[in-house]
């Protein structure tokens, strides 16, 4: 029987080659989009050429704890199961410290922290009865070694790794892994976006000399999720060009 992958921010560049590689694996993915950007996910699915089969699209704001908790449930009723979930949802506010709104904190946190808690827990008590289970978190270079004007974002992306072990003690017992993937700087609209003098300094850094590509990350999530790593849990597994060294 096809497994079933959950992944969150499925449209963006990161999650939409984590969905592609997932499918190509045979999974059955649901792939989540934020409220309201159904004609956005549609043109998605259609210019990726999937069938109904192979991806569901399924509304869920990541940020809101009841919402997750019912939508989810549901989920589980009609699908049977969930055997990977992959929190890929996240967003980046950048600004220096002395300048950062409560709003683009609580954000970030909201967004990439506090989402682990609300897609998660719905799930966990089933993957637990299933057994054999992945959770696998999208965390970043930048939870790691801290960034300059990311003090929002680092502490939410070191914040997911600190879940991820500590989920993965509890979910060892049932043979479910808690794995988190660390991206470098990976050729997404986030990254090429930023100013280009801070992006070349930054490139300059990266002892690869390049960015990652979206595809780079999604074997490391298609890895944690395939049955060669039942016994690697509570793991960070960086995909940063040698960035930074852990
Ligand atoms: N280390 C030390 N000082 C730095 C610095 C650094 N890395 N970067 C900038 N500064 C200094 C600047 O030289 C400047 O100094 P002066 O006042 O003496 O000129 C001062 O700090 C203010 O910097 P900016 O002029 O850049 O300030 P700003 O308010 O215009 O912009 C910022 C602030 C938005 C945070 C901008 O610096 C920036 O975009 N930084 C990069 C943040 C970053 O790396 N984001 C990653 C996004 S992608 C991502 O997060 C995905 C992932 O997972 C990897």
Do not use: H
């Amino acid at each position: 029987m096809r497994k079933l992958a959950l992944v969150t921010g499925s449209k963006g560049c990161i999650g939409s080659a984590i969905t592609e590689k997932l499918v190509n694996q045979g999974y059955r993915v649901v792939a989540t989009y934020f409220t309201g950007n159904l004609r956005c996910a549609e043109l998605w699915f259609e210019e990726k050429k999937f069938n109904l089969e192979q991806v569901r699209l399924f509304e869920l704001d990541v940020t809101n704890t009841e919402e997750c908790a019912t939508r989810l449930t549901t989920l589980l009723e009609e699908e049977g199961t969930v055997d990977v979930a992959v929190n890929n949802a996240g967003v980046i506010l950048d600004s220096l410290f002395t300048k950062m709104t409560a709003d683009s904190w609580n954000t970030v946190i909201d967004t990439n922290l506090n989402s682990l808690f609300n897609v998660t827990q719905p799930l966990f008590s089933a993957m637990c009865e299933k057994r054999g289970c992945r959770v696998i978190n999208i965390s970043s270079v930048n939870g790691l070694k801290g960034q300059f004007g990311q003090t929002n974002y680092s502490a939410a992306k070191a914040g997911m790794i600190g879940f991820t072990k500590a989920l993965a003690m509890e979910g060892a017992r049932y043979d479910v892994t808690a794995n988190v993937v660390a991206p470098g700087y990976t050729a997404t609209p986030m990254v090429e976006t930023m100013r280009e003098g801070i992006l070349d300094a930054i490139k300059s850094k990266i002892p690869m000399k390049r960015l990652a590509k979206p595809e780079e990350i999604a074997e490391a999530v298609a890895y944690l999720a395939s049955d060669a790593a039942a016994y690697i849990t509570g793991e960070t597994l960086s995909v940063n060009g040698g960035l930074y060294m852990s």
